[in-house]
T-cell receptor, first 115, second 107 residues
């Protein structure tokens, strides 16, 4: 069964450095999402992306965050100048169609640790 | 903004027991999702509900739109059911997640 893949599984970065988290969504999916989960807390929405544009973003997704679909297969989340509070598990998800009854397929996540 | 609450936060059971996890939300929705998060962190979609009831194997999910409440039931629980179960509601273009229920099933 096709799946969403995320790399790396664990990223350790110094505070202030840039980090890029990578995702390969399921190939025929059109809608892409990033969520994050701070340790011990609930999963939070960051951003949704469709047709090479951001559809919606949360208050968390400020100017230090950006997303890109550079080559038709990868979907990346960039954090420009990381802070300690960016430490979290970041999940990529994709769906074929948009709507309340469309399943979102999640990757296994990237654990980001900021030192 | 929709607030999604789950209860209980933690649940332990003996193998074979019937499990119920509850989810309530504050604003009317189009659909509610139940997901399972494995100990390693991966998230898997279990159900999407707009009304009534759905069954998949030993899992049953129900939703009451008027009461803004959903339940996930596991019949004949097994240690491999141990995971975090999360409900999430669809809001415009994203999922809003509940806090999750950590289930441990002992042999």
């Amino acid at each position: 069964e096709p799946e969403v893949t995320q790399t790396p599984s664990h990223q350790v970065t110094q505070m202030g450095q840039e980090v890029i988290l990578r995702c390969v969504p399921i190939s025929n999916h059109l809608y892409f999402y990033w969520y994050r989960q701070i340790l011990g807390q609930k999963v939070e929405f960051l951003v949704s992306f469709y047709n090479n544009e951001i559809s919606e973003k949360s208050e968390i997704f400020d100017d230090q965050f950006s997303v890109e679909r550079p080559d038709g297969s990868n979907f990346t989340l960039k954090i420009r100048s990381t802070k300690l509070e960016d430490s979290a598990m970041y999940f990529c998800a994709s769906s074929r169609y948009r709507g309340p009854n469309q399943p979102q397929h999640f990757g296994d996540g990237t654990r980001l640790s900021i030192l | 903004k929709n607030e999604v609450e789950q209860s209980p936060q933690n649940l332990t059971a003996q193998e074979g027991e019937f499990i119920t996890i509850n989810c309530s939300y504050s604003v009317g929705i189009s659909a509610l999702h139940w997901l399972q998060q494995h100990p390693g962190g991966g998230i898997v979609s279990l159900f999407m509900l707009s009304s009534g009831k759905k069954k998949h194997g030993r899992l049953i999910a129900t939703i009451n739109i008027q009461e803004k409440h959903s339940s996930l039931h596991i019949t004949a629980s097994h240690p491999r059911d141990s995971a975090v179960y999360i409900c999430a509601v669809w809001d415009t273009d994203k999922l809003i997640f509940g806090t999750g229920t950590r289930l441990q099933v002992f042999p």
